[in-house]
């Protein structure tokens, strides 16, 4: 199933228009022990977009062949503004390594952590971490004793943060913490 922006922006627009209880109608994918259900997978951004009520974020993964879009759901334009995000922070086909809570909806999640791979070859992965981890929490302590800030989010929010990271941290945070992403993980 492919979207376009015609499509992201219907959808938006037609959950805004709902009620609060309609608004905040994805119920999120449970564990069977009652947990929250983290995904993470390598993917490619086809769309990033600041909208009102939700930033949206489409990104594409394969599955055995088969082309598999994901709708990313993160705060509103107004908040992420704020915070120091632009509409040109992450760019179509970036390629990048995603974590995101699960919803119920088939291929939908909210944005817990977003690695985002080296552009050219002089450029650093740049770690977002988002959204589920707030302010001073371990996750958030560990990275950063470990990785030094893009500077470019207003920490003082306490809601996201940027970290960059070379091909050495990101190995050692590998080792040190195992599974895919396990750096960001409770």
């Known amino acids: 199933m492919s979207f376009n922006i015609n499509y992201l922006l219907f959808f938006f627009t037609s959950i805004f228009s709902y009620n609060l209880l309609a608004h905040h109608s994805f119920l999120p994918l449970l564990s069977a022990e009652g947990e929250p259900v983290i995904k993470v997978f390598d993917a490619n951004v086809e769309i990033y977009k600041l909208l009102n009520p939700h930033t949206a974020m489409i990104v594409n993964t394969y599955d055995e062949g088969q082309k598999i879009d ?30 995101i809570l699960a919803f119920r909806t088939e291929n939908r999640g909210r944005l817990r952590a977003l690695l985002i791979h080296p552009r050219t070859n002089n450029d650093s992965y740049q770690l977002i971490v988002a959204y589920g981890i707030r302010g001073d929490t371990p996750i958030m302590k ?28 990101l190995d050692a945070l590998k080792r040190d913490f195992p599974g895919v992403m396990g750096y960001i993980m409770p």
């Open 70 to 99: 994901w709708l990313v759901e993160l705060s509103s334009a107004s908040t992420l503004t704020r915070e120091g995000w632009t509409n040109d922070f992450i760019k179509p086909n970036d390629r990048v390594t995603i974590a």
């Open 142 to 169: 560990r990275l950063e004793s470990r990785l030094p800030l893009c500077g470019n989010i207003n920490a003082e929010l306490e809601r996201s943060q940027c970290f960059l990271v070379n091909n050495n941290d």
